[in-house]
């Protein structure tokens, strides 16, 4: 987006809208393919997995936080991911949910409220410019 194409969609009869999700969608693209990569040289190199394809598929890097050094825990417990990742764990594990999966639900709904204002104001910030 620095290279002169804004210029170019403006003159264009499209959403500014259009362009971010354009970004978004090409983003998303790329990191299935990646994931797809990662997923298809461990099959190669001998890894078998035990879950469910759906639980395969949701699970990525939960580690509980009470095995993590003690100076870490409270940066852990205030990270975004941690009622995501606490609320699989509770799913997968038919355990109570408590308020996490709230919790995940908040935080998702305001990154992207957060990134989706931020986005169209830095994308017409720079549009208007010459």
Do not use: Y
């Not at 259009?18 to 190669?44: D, E, K």
């Not at 395969?56 to 852990?76: D, K, N």
């Not at 997968?92 to 957060?114: E, N, T, Y």
């Amino acid at each position: 987006m620095t290279t002169g194409i804004i210029d170019r969609f403006r003159t264009m009869p499209i959403r500014s809208g259009a362009v971010l999700t354009g970004h978004v969608v090409a983003s998303l693209a790329r990191n299935l393919v990646a994931t797809a990569v990662v997923i298809a040289v461990a099959l190669l190199v001998g890894f078998r997995p035990v879950a469910t394809p759906l639980e395969w598929v949701a699970v990525r890097g939960v580690v509980p936080v009470e095995t993590m050094p003690e100076w870490l825990q409270p940066i852990a417990e205030c990270q975004p991911i941690t009622p995501v990742i606490e609320t699989i764990r509770a799913l997968l594990m038919d355990a109570p949910l408590g308020d996490s999966a709230w919790w995940a639900i908040g935080w998702c709904v305001a990154i992207i409220a957060v990134s989706v204002v931020w986005g169209a104001w830095l994308f017409r910030r720079k549009a208007g410019r010459r």
